[in-house]
């Protein structure tokens, strides 16, 4: 199943296509990226061992935008995977969403993971930009979706990446 548009309002269900990992023995990674230039766009991703790992040296300019991840599709409910949601290692120039004015234009939904919502590690992961997300709440950051780790959680010698433009809870 695919959608035409994804914005709070027009499609409030959340994003049309689910990958829901509940099924699989064993448990794996939903998506592992080992490339450059991938979108992952307008998809839930719930119940996997890790919900996306970007992956690498030399692997950028990756894009993750407007998805759920450890969250039911309609973005109520947590529907934790085991580890992270989303997991950066040594990979350099990748983004968790994009630098925007509009707020929820380009934002990813990341809660009830039962590690952290994002996490970035190894000495190769640099550059790596986390922009406008919604960690911890639903899209109006209203409803408490936390993950059971940190929501941004940096180590391994990942250095010089940026984490910026976060409207937190009301």
Not at 87 to 102: G, H
């Amino acid at each position: 199943q695919s959608q035409e548009l994804f914005a709070p309002g027009s499609n409030p269900s959340g994003p049309a296509v689910e990958l829901d990992g509940s099924l699989m023995v064993p448990m794996d990674v939903c998506l592992l990226v080992t490339c450059s230039w991938t979108f992952v766009h307008k998809l839930a991703i719930n119940r996997f061992e890790t919900g996306i790992i970007i992956a690498g040296t030399g692997h950028s300019f990756n894009l993750v935008y407007q998805c759920y991840i450890g969250v039911t599709p309609d973005g109520k409910n947590k529907a934790p995977n085991l580890n992270s949601g989303i997991l950066i290692t040594d990979a350099n120039l990748n983004f968790i969403s994009w630098p925007d004015t509009t707020f929820t234009s380009f934002s990813n939904v990341i809660g009830g993971n039962s590690g952290a919502g994002i996490e970035i590690m190894g000495a190769g992961s640099t550059l790596n930009y986390v922009g406008p997300n919604c960690i911890g709440t639903d899209l109006s950051r209203t409803v408490d979706l936390g993950n059971m780790g940190d929501g941004i959680f940096i180590s391994g010698g990942a250095a010089d990446n940026a984490i910026m433009n976060f409207d937190f809870p009301k």
